[in-house]
């Protein structure tokens, strides 16, 4: 009797199904992420049609040309060191694997990836840039994946900092058509907070160092090397904030644009559109539009995609070209 028993039966028959699950969504799981993409995208551009009918275009133009050179440099300038910050990262997972490549080699790369990963989406930049990249420079998948994962890891260790800081002090007025009120995002702020008062914890006081995810061993750096990260990470969300500040030419408290793009740039992540297209309009003329004429936020915002977007991804695509010319001659 025992060696019949049916209990076996729905267990073979759960794994079977779990097989046809993960079957059906490898056949199909791409094409459904590929059009959740274009829907995401075609919303995006939806949205900013609806808020470009409703645009003073003179206005704006008006802006833009009334811009002076030393505040256009200004931006640029603070954009170029926010480049060249986040081309930083890279180095800390050159340290954390021990791979021996240069160390001006690393940030190449990691300007060519950030670049091209703001106007085109991480999958194109952050990550297929990286392993064509330090492919050719002779490393290994499994190595790209951990600089990846750390340079992936550190630009969100800032954010989490910033955002849970601004998020939890209540700097936000959220707009009352919006589904999360000002408690919760100051909530919302806390618990950031607290993911990030986790990790700093971990890394100083877990005797366990190495975790395996997904097939992917983990291992959690010293507390310095973490805390370097984040003060870096930092450095380099609030420049992008300094870029936006200095365009609206000092009209909106400094802290509350760096609040302003830290919902943006989640707001972006969330939508999977490319360059935040729309987006990030659409959430600064919600949250600053009763504080700036519509008109002058909105050329703020396209001088900082020309200097902050366009101008880096024109420099990494020349940079990308020499360094794939090189790579043909070597070979």
């Not at 702020?189 to 975790?211: I, T």
């Not at 420049?239 to 302003?260: C, H, K, N, S």
Request: some cysteine; hydrophobic content about 55%.
């Amino acid at each position: 009797m025992r060696a019949a028993s049916p209990a076996r039966l729905p267990a073979v028959d759960d794994a079977d199904a779990a097989a046809g699950r993960g079957g059906w969504w490898q056949r199909h799981g791409a094409r459904i992420k590929q059009g959740l993409t274009w829907l995401f995208f075609a919303a995006g551009l939806a949205l900013l049609v609806s808020h470009a009918r409703k645009v003073d275009w003179p206005d704006v133009l008006q802006a833009l040309r009334g811009y002076p050179l030393a505040t256009l440099a200004l931006a640029a300038a603070l954009g170029s060191f926010s480049h060249l910050t986040y081309s930083c990262f890279d180095l800390f997972g050159r340290h954390y694997t021990g791979h021996g490549l240069p160390r001006r080699q690393v940030m190449g790369v990691g300007f060519i990836s950030y670049a091209v990963n703001l106007n085109l989406g991480a999958l194109v930049g952050g990550v297929a840039f990286r392993y064509r990249l330090y492919s050719r420079l002779g490393l290994d998948n499994g190595t790209i994946t951990r600089v990846l994962g750390m340079s992936v890891l550190t630009n969100w260790l800032g954010y989490l900092a910033l955002a849970g800081t601004v998020f939890s002090s209540g700097l936000i007025r959220v707009p009352p058509a919006w589904k999360i009120g000002g408690a919760g995002l100051q909530a919302v702020g806390a618990a950031l907070l607290a993911v990030l008062l986790a990790y700093l914890a971990a890394c100083a006081f877990s005797r366990r160092r190495q975790f395996s995810l997904r097939g992917h061993e983990i291992e959690l750096p010293p507390w310095r090397l973490a805390l370097v990260q984040v003060l870096l990470s930092c450095l380099n969300w609030l420049l992008i904030a300094g870029v936006v500040y200095v365009l609206l030419q000092r009209q909106v408290d400094y802290p509350l644009v760096v609040a302003v793009m830290m919902v943006s740039a989640v707001a972006g992540v969330l939508t999977h559109i490319p360059a935040g297209l729309g987006v990030l309009e659409a959430v600064f003329i919600a949250l600053l539009g009763s504080q700036v004429p519509h008109g002058q936020l909105l050329a703020a915002l396209l001088a900082y995609r020309a200097l902050y977007y366009l101008a880096p991804l024109a420099a990494a695509g020349l940079l990308y070209l020499g360094l794939e010319a090189r790579a043909r001659r070597g070979a």
